[in-house]
């Protein structure tokens, strides 16, 4: 393992390798893993994996032990598709949606909770937990089951019944908390210390944007090495924007990238901390500030994007931080325009996203109308949960079946043939 430490990602404060805590013991920042990047070079110079599928291929790149068992699903190895008509719908001739609903509970929380599993298991932690707004309990629930660790995942008590049934099938004990996804998070942090459970929850965790930054390896290697011009990623914690960034940035340590795309945000605009965080800090005229200083305000979210409905992003600095050093846009979007995005991505590509994973698409569509983006542009949107998670909101926006009696006569009444 190439894991060298921690460093704080608000004051720089560094630890090393044996450190027992999740955060910063100086200022309570969360903590990014640093790693020598000399002798990783040295490990992947000949490539990855050799013909392993799933995430773990990238196993220099990542802090977990090497000696263990395959991980007994698999987690990553999605599929990248190049959207000619999506794209051409706009004048974009490079459109990519890079399908994280292929992982196995069908959302990219996989990848953090893999990772995070793998470090659990190399330090013998024997029960997990996670703070969720639907998809990291379902998928922490689910690759614990395969693993045979027990869950425990704290949701907001109105998260979507399809991903709370997921976890209950996977077996997790399942506490939906009266409140808010940001009251589920704050008993999970305390229950977990005062139980001794392994805490997963994004962005507290380190490990869980190890696990996200593999989306960005993988988006490299389906393009043969070529660069993307921007991502496009939703962002609710932050912690998956600022995972795809760090997989660029380490990509760019070991020299086999020169160049780094942008990293674009695409938020609702009734939840938007982290895009009006950077904002501001543009306002002050600030791209490098110090950011020990940097506070992220509160919103009160109110998005029916429920992934990304968050009133306090748990990964909100490492997320501000990516935008403002990959040059990346803030997008903001009414939910309607989330809501629409679904079924144009569907009707047009076969995929089938839930609101948070179409906000993408439609923060693309916002950014060619404000003429941000250049025809050209090779522009990947993160595909980050299936639309099978959150039906309901998905039928206010394509409604319900004609229904007809069983008849060829009622076929020709209905206009349909
Ligand atoms: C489908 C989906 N998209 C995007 C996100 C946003 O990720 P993050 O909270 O790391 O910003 C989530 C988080 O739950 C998610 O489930
Ligand atoms: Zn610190």
Redesign the pocket.
């Known amino acids: 393992m190439h894991m060298n430490g921690y460093r704080c990602i608000a004051c720089a404060e560094a630890q090393a390798t044996n450190f027992a805590g999740f955060v910063c013991p100086c200022c309570g920042g969360n903590l990014e893993i640093t790693y020598d990047y000399a002798a990783i070079a040295k490990d992947v110079a000949g490539g990855f994996g050799d013909g392993q599928t799933d995430l773990f291929r990238y196993a220099p790149l990542l802090p977990v032990k090497e000696t263990a068992a395959p991980f007994p699903l698999l987690v990553g190895g999605t599929p990248m598709y190049a959207s000619p008509r999506l794209g051409e719908s706009l004048g974009l001739r490079n459109l990519y949606l890079k399908d994280d609903t292929a992982n196995p509970s069908a959302?990219?929380?996989d990848r953090a909770s893999a990772v995070a599993l793998r470090r659990a298991m190399d330090i013998d932690a024997k029960v997990v937990s996670v703070a969720?707004?639907?998809?990291?309990g379902s998928s922490l629930a689910c690759l614990a089951a395969a693993l045979g660790l027990r869950a425990v995942v704290f949701v907001p008590e109105d998260a979507p019944v399809a991903k709370l049934t997921q976890a209950l099938s996977f077996g997790a004990t399942v506490l939906a908390v009266r409140g808010n996804y940001d009251d589920a998070f704050d008993l999970c942090l305390a229950a977990s210390e005062e139980f001794g459970w392994f805490n997963r929850s994004?962005?507290y965790n380190p490990f869980t944007r190890e696990g996200?930054k593999t989306c960005a390896y993988e988006i490299w290697e389906s393009l043969d090495g070529r660069v993307p011009d921007r991502i496009v990623v939703?962002?609710?914690?932050?912690?998956?924007?600022s995972g795809i960034w760090k997989g660029w940035c380490d990509l760019r340590a070991v020299g086999l990238v020169d160049r780094v795309p942008k990293i674009d945000c695409a938020q609702s605009d009734a939840s938007a901390a982290i895009c009006l965080a950077v904002r501001r800090i543009h306002d002050m005229g600030e791209s490098n500030p110090d950011w020990s200083t940097i506070v992220i305000d509160e919103v009160k979210a109110s998005t029916a994007a429920d992934?990304?409905s968050?009133d306090r992003?748990r990964?909100g600095l490492a997320?501000v931080k990516s935008i403002l050093q990959s040059g990346g846009e803030t997008v903001t979007v009414p939910d309607e325009e989330i809501l629409a995005a679904i079924p144009e991505m569907a009707r047009t590509t076969g995929i089938f996203a839930?609101p948070?994973?179409a906000a993408p698409w439609a923060a693309v569509k916002q950014m060619v109308r404000d003429d941000k983006i250049e025809a050209d542009e090779l522009v990947v949107c993160i595909v980050?949960?299936s639309g099978l998670k959150d039906i309901a909101n998905i039928r206010k926006t394509v409604g319900t079946p004609v229904i007809i009696d069983p008849s060829i006569d009622a076929i020709k009444n209905a206009s349909v043939a």
């Open positions: 959302s990219t929380k969720s707004t639907g998809n990291a994004t962005g996200k939703p962002a609710g914690d932050g912690n998956l924007l992934s990304i968050v992003p990964d997320a839930e948070a994973a980050s949960g």
